[in-house]
């Protein structure tokens, strides 16, 4: 089973640029959500989605995008990358026991 | 706002030596409390724990909730080199799912 797959393991970009953080899951979890995690700060959710059409805010939402148009995909855009945002990127999906994590995006931001 | 402090941030101990790891919550909507361990990439599960006072044991490692002093502690007996990792404390919370994590527990054991 794949479970939950994301898209690229390394990326780095140049201030100012865009891109999209891809994240698949073949479980058919309702739930999906993203993460980020910096040294000393555990996982902060950024967005999830309850559902396809679905998606709410995180604890720390500002200069990302989501949508959620069909069950299994849950890409996360950085609209104009900035340094703040290197960091260690994670993927997950659950139906309402333990969630799943995609091994992670190391995202730098010159 | 959701919260889920854990204790102590970090901590070095020797093989064998018997641990303690703590988790505290301040959440509304309480589902149920997830231990995690990572190592160098993803979470993995291991645990999950609902009710209050019953124990979910796996190998040496055993969880127990107190949903009345809102924690859980994660105790790890005869430590090994291998359970050297961070372990994560996640709340679940509402109706959708949703998982605040603590910042984590570094272990380190040393030979």
């Known amino acids: 089973n794949a479970g939950v797959t994301q898209t690229p393991k390394f990326q780095v970009l140049k201030t100012g640029q865009s891109m999209t953080l891809q994240c698949a899951q073949d479980?058919?979890?309702?739930?999906m959500s993203w993460y980020r995690q910096d040294p000393g700060m555990g996982l902060r959710l950024i967005h999830y989605s309850v559902g396809a059409g679905i998606t709410d805010q995180g604890e720390v939402p500002n200069g990302y995008n989501v949508s959620r148009s069909t069950t299994e995909d849950f890409p996360l855009r950085l609209l104009s990358a900035a340094p703040s945002q290197t960091s260690v990127y994670f993927c997950?999906?659950?139906?309402?026991?333990?969630?799943?994590f995609g091994q992670g995006t190391r995202l730098t931001v010159v | 706002e959701d919260k889920v402090v854990q204790s102590p941030l970090s901590l070095v101990v020797h093989e064998g030596d018997t641990v303690t790891l703590n988790c505290s919550y301040e959440?509304?909507?309480?589902?149920?409390l997830l231990w995690y361990k990572q190592e160098k990439k993803a979470p993995t599960f291991l645990f999950m724990l609902?009710?209050?006072?019953i124990e979910k044991k796996s190998g040496r490692l055993s969880s127990i909730l107190d949903k009345k002093e809102l924690f859980s502690i994660l105790n790890i007996t005869a430590t090994q080199t291998g359970d050297s990792a961070v372990y994560l404390c996640a709340v679940h919370t509402g109706t959708a799912s949703k998982l605040t994590f603590g910042t984590g527990t570094r272990l380190q054991v040393m030979l």
């Open positions: 997950a999906s659950a139906r309402n026991t333990e969630a799943f």
């Open positions: 609902t009710s209050s006072g």
């Open positions: 959440v509304t909507n309480f589902r149920s």
């Open positions: 479980m058919n979890h309702e739930y």
